[in-house]
């Protein structure tokens, strides 16, 4: 049984696009077409306390927002899975991405599938069984791409942060005309913050790679995470900071309810304003800085255009590790 | 699941894809070990056909055709017949599979650390296997090495590979979770203990065959702890495959009705019910 190739949307077949990307990719050194610069960068923060049915009329507003044009696209949302632990909250919460979905599917999106690759377990559908998608989004397994186990297509990073020269990706995250980036909003004992950048993880293949995706770690995973930031350049981020993790991220950590939403397409601006929401000083987390700039991208809060709630109105400062008192937001 | 889901899920190319797509040669292996249990040599013969195109020159096998480098799956290659897959690829993989080791056990790294004043951690004693070359070694891909190599050595005993089985049996035992059995590898999480998996309990406990050792005696309490729990089809498989390892899977054991959601787990499921029955295709 073979994948149907739907059209991209820019009138080429998905077949006729990858086969373009590539040769485009070989030619130039770079992956995936390029987008205009986005000025200045929108990041929108709603208020959203309980995961219910009013969450997806706030979505829906949220992503209306940003007059994105989905009509006739494929988009592909990417959650963040980890671990198999329904009642704790290390994973995006089911209901926020099925809302992000019907969202998409509702502004004319031609097709709107799930897709992630967690880093530590290989049975991604029992995982996602186990964290509630089953339950909550309708026909789960005919949405749902495992990007571990995807097919693959080398890329090259038009951009290179880590010593990583090529990299091999799904074709699914590399054919999509929209990659929506939708994780929770956690602190990470390594990197300080894992939020809708470092979520990119997730889209490299396990297949290839392994359990967990080690290469990343060697290459440098700040650099990585600036590296598959280029890669993916397409992209929109919805934030689940309804409750996030504080502490001991992105698996141990405690439950905090910060009771928003971070959005907008630019993920290094929507990052920084999370990190903003938690107290962590952006320009403290070392793949902002690196990604900072790139396609036009905002890091400092002067150049953020905020729109919804104003970031003193919603602080919710996170507790840090030990480790990483020096990046708390003074 | 059946030999007929097998059959239908084959690619033109004699390949399996673990879902739907292109082949990749994890579930095509498997596929093959279970066809050719199950007399259906044809089918195996163009899935064996198939891994040949991911031969590397450097004796091991890619894990996708066009990615150009040899990973893990080498080990599982190795673990075909040999009167399938051909001496001289058989020997290429077992002389890849010898000469790899994850990266902090490499000369090179171990100078770097020394030269940094940085004490060597216990558990980086011992070699064991990286799912990608050029990175740290797991609990995985040193379950399948261990595997391979275990039935090389009673096809062909050799010391060379006893030697390296020996290593990477240290190397597990060297990992275990605080509270028994095995994670992908990472003991704690800044200095938090980390929690066992299913999955990688078994493959551990399955390469640990014929250890006798309390590591693995807490293994096994765990293990069997998860197998009355559990509701994955991979992480029962491996499981199964673990307990009976050491003779801890009741007779006539049957797994729970959950689902397989890859051809890889529609396969191992077959390949771990020939072991029940005594037939071994991991042993053997």
Redesign the interface.
Known sequence: ???THGTSGFGITRREWLAASAAAATLTGCAGPAVPPEVPAQVSIVRATEYDQGLYDTVRRTIDEHRLDVRGRRVVVKPNLVEFEPHNVINTHPLLVHAVCEAFRSMGAASVQIAEGPG???????LA??AGYFKTVPRFEEVFV?LN??????VRPSRRFSRLEEL?LPNTVMGADLLVSVPKMKTH?WVGATLSMKNLFGVVPG??????K??L??SGIDECIADLDALCPRRFAIVDGIVGMEG?GP??GAPKAAGVLVAGRDPVAVDATCCRVMRIDPARIKYLRLACGERGSRLPEGEVHQIGEQIRSVATPFAL?P?FQSIRLT | MSIETLLSGQNRDGGWPYVRGGSWTEPTVYAVLALTASGETQAAARGVRWIHTTARRDGGWAPYAGVEQSTWVTALVTLLPVGLVGKSSHAGGIEWLLGTTGKESTGLYRLREWMLGNARPAELEFPGWPWFPGTAAWVGPTSLAILALEKENRRKPSRRIAERIEEGRRFLLRRPCRQGGWNHGSVQDLAYDSRPYPETTGMALAALRGVHSPVVDRALEVAGGFLGECHSADALNWLRLGLIAHGNLAAGYCPPEVPCRTLSESSLDLLVAEEQKGRSLFWG
């Open positions: 049984m073979r994948r530590h377990r290989r049975n991604t559908l029992d069984e186990a495992d186990l995807d097919d693959v297509s080398r091999y004992h297949g290839v790679y392994g359990w967990p080690n290469v770690h060697w001991n698996i141990l590790a480790e």
